[in-house]
């Protein structure tokens, strides 16, 4: 199912708005409140509010329940699919090559450390992380920055989209961003990306210190008239390369390590076993977290400092 992602337009930016007033008024006519559509669901009743006054882009799993809950055939899952949720967003000049290569790539295979690839963020993670490292007049542009990061997530959101591999260190899901409730959401989306058919999510554990991991978090990307490149980032800048021996060499330590790390279903059990260690709501607990959750999988595992957004991915 396609998405534009360009210039749609003030027409464009108002049918979020619209797909929200659709959802209350059929969730009306159900009889239902907020918390209790939420709770059928299930999600959290702040999603469902959000949906309604057009904040937030549901997801496929989200609109799917709201057919089948509310009686509604495929009426919310095709609606879905015709609106721009992001008529306009702006990339940075440096990170628009990678962003475009995204919107062609037919595969795209990411190694990611310390904090979760862009691709598979939810918007509270993302705001999460660019709030830490905003400063002065950037603070006023994380919405902004959070709304392109979504843009690129909606051409891998379908079933039918490009074929989405993601190695994660065992420390992107470890490393505390803002709260345990952040946190909680970020495994539960992993959780749900990885049972699309064209994403597949694999853990790489911290305890594995004998595995040849790349140097950095890196992407192999694949475009479709068969052309392969490699991104990695430094700050503020990204880095492409397209010579055959670098992308040769690359792709074979992807593949060892990926034939290394735990499998699609023994990494959903290990992201499912985190997110439940995040489902704490006292406060105490949380500020526990912080401090623990970057050492508490093995006595051995390493130290995970804390991060930044991530510029680009």
Known sequence: MKRRNGNGGSAAATTAAVFGEVLRHHREVAGLTQEELA???????????????????????FVQACDQLLGTGVMFERLRGSIDWYPEVSHPDWFKRRVA???????????????IPGLLQTEEYASALFARAARGEERGRVEERVRARMSRQQRFLDPDGPLLIALLDESTIRNVVRDAEVMRGECAHLLAMGRQP?????????????????KVSMSLIKLPNGEEWLYSESL????????????????????????????ARESAALIRDVMEGYG????????????????RLHRNSPRYPRIGPGKGQ
Request: with cysteine; glycine share 6%; proline share 4%.
């Open 280 to 295: 704490h709501d006292d406060c105490m607990e949380q500020e526990q977290l912080q401090r623990r959750g970057r050492r």
């Open 236 to 263: 503020e800048r990204g880095h492409f390369n397209n010579d055959p021996a670098v992308i040769a060499g690359q792709s074979q330590t992807y593949d060892v390590l990926r034939a290394d790390a735990l499998s």
């Open 39 to 61: 709770g059928k669901i299930p999600c959290d009743r702040s999603l469902v509010a959000r949906v309604e006054a057009g904040s937030r882009v549901p997801q496929e799993q």
């Open 198 to 214: 064209n994403v597949c999510i694999q853990v790489v554990r911290a305890c594995d210190g004998d595995l040849i991991r790349p």
């Open 101 to 115: 290569m995204d919107a062609e790539a037919v595969v795209l295979r990411l190694y990611q450390a310390q904090v």
